[in-house]
């Protein structure tokens, strides 16, 4: 995991906290530049997906640029639902949040041209892939696109 909390980490453990009236931890699967089949590995690996209330997956950009592998956003989706799977096998009464990533509509790499006029498509298809296995197993939470 991480060595120290992100401010969603931060303030995801404070609200729950506050909400459910006990402490609550928060345990984070993750590697720089992961895609979806490589934080399944990591999970595997891990004790960290056994016994969890909520899972937040933030997924869909690493796996974007796979694309350049060859591997296309239909392998993302069964990545992701092989991922959404074990973690729901793992913890039944578990809630998986699938958010919505639209950072990379701001992200300044992705401005220059051509690139502006290509990403919001691009990364679309990705956001419609996890939106369908999210119909299935679990929460997808859309954002709406930055002004």
């Known amino acids: 995991g991480a060595s120290s909390p992100a401010p969603l980490q931060t303030a995801c453990v404070d ?10 931890v928060w345990h984070t699967v993750a590697e720089t530049g992961a895609d979806v089949r490589q ?3 990591l999970l595997l690996r891990s004790e960290e997906g056994r016994g969890f209330d909520i899972a937040v997956v933030f997924c869909g950009v690493n796996d974007g640029k796979q ?13 992701l639902s092989d991922l959404c799977k074990e973690l729901q096998e793992a ?3 578990g ?6 990533i639209p950072g990379y509509l701001c992200a300044p790499q992705l401005q220059v041209w051509p690139m502006r006029h290509l990403v919001k498509f691009f990364f679309s298809m990705y956001e419609a892939e996890k939106e369908a296995v999210a119909e299935g197993s679990a929460y997808h939470c859309p954002t ?3 002004t």
Request: net charge positive; charged share 30%; proline share 16%.
């Open 95 to 100: 809630q998986i949040v699938l958010p919505c």
């Open 39 to 41: 934080l399944r590995k």
């Open 67 to 79: 694309i350049l592998r060859g591997r296309l956003p239909s392998a993302f989706r069964r990545d």
């Open 15 to 24: 609200r729950l906290a506050t909400l459910r009236g006990m402490p609550v």
């Open 144 to 146: 709406p696109s930055p």
């Open 91 to 93: 913890e039944p009464e």
